[in-house]
């Protein structure tokens, strides 16, 4: 279910996005009538305070949540029309989520972890799947950690084992909740500059991060207050 490209060259559009959820006095409004678009191969950070909304954002572009109102398409894919069983598999394909504590399965070996995408997607051949995650690997420098379990690894080896996951399916969309917020500020460095490499081989690439030093090295930063977006404008390519 892999989705196509769009012609104007926009990614993610998002119209009118509303998330409510119900509190105990009445409804919480967390995105109010949002409206964001990102380009193919643009390198956008999320920045805000806690509760401001930026993982809800989140998860309406991934499709893990779905809006209260409005339109969500990525890829040229209306999201609010699939169901939960649809968007499961078009997320398998389209999106590369990478998480602050990696999310590695403890019991599957580094290789096997990046093979798992590709068999829940039923993408290639077994063969095929482990020639493309031993070149992933070799993409992030961990091919002779390939055998290995995550708890062999350190926190900035298994951040790229997790970034070589995210890529398995080849999504045309990557997203990072915080990806180097559980790294010491060398390591981060490096990851990020791994980021870079991938938006510069033509990956999307949406990054939530606190760090201000980072967020200053990226072409366009949208800051999320109390539901609402602020974006800098820049729309250039890294």
Partial sequence: MKSEMTNNGVLVDIQNLVKDYDGPTGPIHVLK????????????????????????????????????????????????????????????????????????????TVLENVILPMDFARMWNSRERTERAMNLLEQVELTDQAHKFPNALSGGQQQRAAIARALANDPPLLVGDEPTGNLDSKTADRVFALFEDLVKQGKTFLMVTHSVSLAER?????????GKLHDNGSRRKS
Wanted: avoid cysteine.
């Fill in 218 to 226: 990226m072409p366009r930063v949208i800051e999320v207050f109390d």
């Fill in 33 to 108: 009538s949002v409206n964001l678009q990102v380009g193919e191969g643009e390198f956008v950070g999320i920045r805000g305070p806690s509760g401001s909304g930026k993982s809800t954002l989140l998860n309406m572009i991934t499709g893990i949540d779905r809006p209260t109102g409005g339109a969500v398409t990525v890829a040229g894919q209306s999201l609010v029309e699939l169901n939960e069983n649809q968007l499961a598999r078009w997320r398998g394909v389209n999106v590369g989520v990478i998480f602050q504590f990696y999310q590695l399965l403890p019991t599957l």
